[in-house]
């Protein structure tokens, strides 16, 4: 199974600012994905970050308010732009596939938008 | 990705098998059922995951039926830390896309 790590653990911001999480994995892996988990509510996934191509955004979510990069095959960034207080979530780096096409998912970073 | 259905919540004694059923109707031939669940202020966990024959591993066993068209989660002997959100989720097994959409999960409490 994969390690994955995330920066930071939580946060608290002002609206109107913009935060960078960032996803370390301890091993090269294909696909990593990014969901956002709202207070009380299931996964939803945000996009899909391929190492060497954009990324691909699920309806309902633009490039321009969560802005992706995937530099190499361990490291992944996620930016929530222009925060709002709707931003506040728990946003989830997952990676796969496993040899089972599983996911892991890390630990998630609370971001709270005042 | 065929859709899912679980109840909302369940309870369980601990020590006692806890069940978790899963309808996934419309599920296609090559699609695969697999379960993860969510420990709170965790990231979702792979228990297990299956095409048509039954699956156990260290963690649960997976009953699925005849037809497909529903499974079951088993948790052979529940304690406090299986207390999690349980989601069952239908997706192809060798997908290119890979990700995973997830319904709104069974929250199974166990209870001493």
């Known amino acids: 199974s994969a390690v994955i790590s995330q920066k930071p653990s939580r946060d608290i911001c002002q609206r109107g600012t913009s935060l960078t999480i960032q996803c370390q994995v301890d091993?090269?892996?294909?696909?990593m994905f990014w969901y956002r988990q709202q207070p009380g509510q299931s996964l939803t996934l945000i996009a899909t970050?391929?190492?060497?191509?954009?990324?691909?955004?699920e309806s309902g979510f633009v490039i321009d308010k969560f802005p992706i990069s995937r530099p190499n095959l361990t490291f992944s960034t996620l930016t929530v732009s222009n925060m709002s207080p709707e931003d506040s979530s728990i946003y989830l780096c997952?990676?796969?596939?496993?040899?089972?096409?599983?996911?892991?998912f890390g630990p998630g970073t609370r971001l709270t938008v005042t | 990705d065929a859709k899912t259905t679980q109840p909302t919540s369940m309870d369980c004694a601990e020590g006692r098998a806890a069940n978790l059923p899963c309808n996934h109707s419309?599920?296609?031939?090559?699609?695969?059922v697999y379960w993860y669940r969510q420990i709170h202020s965790q990231g979702p966990q792979y228990i297990i995951h299956?095409?048509?024959n039954n699956e156990t591993n260290e963690m649960a066993s997976l009953i699925i039926t005849e037809d497909r068209k529903s499974s079951t989660l088993i948790l052979p002997h529940a304690t406090l830390r299986d207390t999690a959100v349980y989601y069952c989720?239908?997706?192809?097994?060798?997908?290119?896309?890979?990700?995973?959409?997830f319904g709104q999960g069974t929250t199974l409490q166990v209870k001493p």
């Open positions: 997952s990676v796969g596939p496993g040899h089972s096409y599983e996911q892991y």
């Open positions: 091993s090269q892996v294909t696909m």
């Open positions: 970050a391929n190492q060497g191509s954009e990324a691909t955004y």
């Open positions: 419309t599920i296609s031939g090559n699609e695969y």
């Open positions: 299956g095409l048509k």
């Open positions: 989720i239908v997706r192809l097994f060798s997908s290119n896309t890979g990700k995973l959409i």
